[in-house]
């Protein structure tokens, strides 16, 4: 299976958006600071993930969320009560 994740930063409440086909080993990589992008933002939880069969289409949604302002609006709006 692969992933895309959104992670909460606990230190300034900021998302990250991202994809990988271990999640668990992901989220410790982020929260050890070995992801240059986060490693300033530690600690991270993750506040919602999708799974699909396809590597391809996890990075057409990944790229979807970070890309068009719309899809990431509207899964924001989907996951509100997640995001405090």
């Known amino acids: 299976m692969f992933y ?3 992670l909460k930063s606990l230190k300034d409440k900021n998302l990250y ?4 086909n271990n999640l668990e080993r992901r ?3 982020h929260n050890n ?3 240059f992008s986060t490693k300033s ?10 799974a699909y069969k396809a590597e391809s289409d ?6 979807n969320l ?3 302002s719309r899809a990431h609006i509207q899964l ?7 995001l405090k």
């Open 66 to 68: 970070k890309l068009r």
């Open 4 to 6: 895309v994740y959104i």
């Open 27 to 29: 989220l410790k990589q």
């Open 76 to 82: 924001k709006k989907r996951i509100e009560a997640s």
């Open 41 to 50: 933002r530690v600690p991270f939880e993750i506040i919602y993930y999708e």
């Open 58 to 63: 996890a990075r057409k949604r990944e790229r």
């Open 17 to 20: 958006i991202g994809s990988t």
């Open 33 to 35: 600071s070995e992801v």
